[in-house]
Structures are given as structure tokens and as C-alpha cells.
Nanobody, 123 residues
Framework: QVQLVESGGGLVQAGGSLRLSCAAS????????MGWYRQAPGNQRELVAH???????DYADSVKGRFTISRDNRKNTVFLQMNSMKPEDTAVYYC?????????????????WGQGTQVTVSS
């Protein structure tokens, strides 16, 4: 089927930067929207940013001007460049994608999630 594999999380000081990557693999026909969500302890999962197949981005108000989402359609990969990071950005970040894939004899459209990567911003 399809897997989303994230990388790039870690520990950074306030004001610093991190870049997350998420690569989709499997019997992929096409990928529609791709996005990043995050979940801090005790909080609900929230949308950080998403990007259409045509490259149009959209951001949560809390990250506008600091984070940039991009994608490489040839590599089925989405990126999240995080600058001017704040302690409140600390969370597990999850990749999400809306994918048409071929398995069990036909094409199927499903939503997929990555395993999550921890991002910690120290003050």
C-alpha cells in the first residue's frame, strides 16, 4: 500500500530553525493535498499547513510568516521549513496526504498519516 515516512524533527532553541520532510512511497497514482499537523500534550491535533497538488499553500495563523510548506511532486515529498521557532511550537508533527493508490485490484483514494516526529523548542 502506501507509507508516509517523516524525518527532521529534534530539539532546537527558541528563534532557531528546523526542516521536516515526509516522503510517500508505495503504489501511488497521484497525490492531492499534502499537509502537516501537530499535537502537543493535552491538546487536540491541529492543522499547521497544507499544500495543494498545484502548490498553493495555506497556513494556520499561529505559524504564518514563520513556516513554509513546499512539495516535490516528482519525489512524492512534502517539506515544512520552520523558522523563528517558539516554545509553543513544541509538539509531535504528523504528515498527512490524500493519495490515489493501486492495491487489491483497483485504484483507491485514501487519507494517510505518518508516524509522527517530535519537535521540541527550548526557551
Amino acid at each position: 500500500q502506501v507509507q508516509l515516512v517523516e524525518s527532521g524533527g529534534g530539539l532546537v532553541q527558541a528563534g532557531g530553525s528546523l526542516r521536516l520532510s515526509c516522503a510517500a512511497s508505495g503504489s501511488i497514482s497521484s497525490i492531492n493535498n499534502m499537509g502537516w499537523y501537530r499535537q502537543a500534550p493535552g491538546n487536540q491535533r491541529e492543522l499547521v499547513a497544507h499544500i495543494t497538488s498545484g502548490g498553493r499553500p495555506d497556513y494556520a495563523d499561529s505559524v504564518k510568516g514563520r513556516f513554509t510548506i513546499s512539495r516535490d511532486n516528482r519525489k512524492n515529498t512534502v517539506f515544512l521549513q520552520m523558522n523563528s521557532m517558539k516554545p509553543e511550537d513544541t509538539a509531535v508533527y504528523y504528515c498527512n496526504a490524500d493519495i490515489w493508490a493501486y492495491y487489491s485490484g483497483r485504484y483507491r483514494r485514501s487519507e494517510y498519516w505518518g508516524q509522527g516526529t517530535q519537535v521540541t523548542v527550548s526557551s
